[in-house]
């Protein structure tokens, strides 16, 4: 008899986590408790991504990283040896004029990243831009620091010059 009564599943459980983890995600983003009234995207990394890459044909290293919403203003950038260091602050507050303010949202968000150069990169030269919401930084880089394709030899060739020696 006692395997008649339904029981509750765990699975319940995980989905009730779910539900209560989604909405916690959606109020950080919206930086609010009302995320699903105002639907705004917020800043919010700690890390900014970043894209490195080399340019064979300029010789120039490129790194790119994002920082959407952010003031250049709000940006350091530092070098110490192969360590490229970038960080800084950003602040936000939604202000309406002639407005009798009984709550006023605002958001304070750091970050930093620390990128390591590969070497070859002339860190002693390097070069930053800020164009919408990505940091450019380039270098020169050394010759022997660029990719480059290395020829791939069989034996082959010494299979066939034995062929016609012994015929």
Excluded: C
């Amino acid at each position: 008899m006692a395997n008649l009564i339904k029981k509750d599943h765990a699975f319940n459980e995980l989905f009730d986590f779910r539900h209560s983890f989604d909405r916690l995600f959606n109020r950080l983003m919206s930086h609010s408790s009302q995320a699903t009234e105002r639907h705004e995207p917020a800043l919010l990394f700690a890390v900014p991504p970043i894209e490195a890459w080399m340019d064979p044909d300029k010789k120039e290293y490129h790194l790119s990283v994002a920082l959407p919403g952010v003031d250049p203003k709000e940006i350091e950038l530092y070098q110490h040896g192969n360590n490229l260091t970038v960080e800084g602050e950003h602040k936000e507050s939604k202000e309406k004029k002639d407005a009798d303010y009984l709550d006023q949202e605002f958001s304070y968000q750091s970050f930093q990243r620390t990128i390591i150069l590969p070497e070859g990169v002339d860190a002693q030269k390097l070069s930053a831009d800020f164009h919408n919401g990505v940091l450019e930084i380039t270098a020169p880089v050394k010759e022997s620091a660029l990719p480059k394709q290395i020829e791939i030899k069989t034996g082959e060739k010494e299979k066939e010059k034995g062929k016609t020696a012994t015929v």
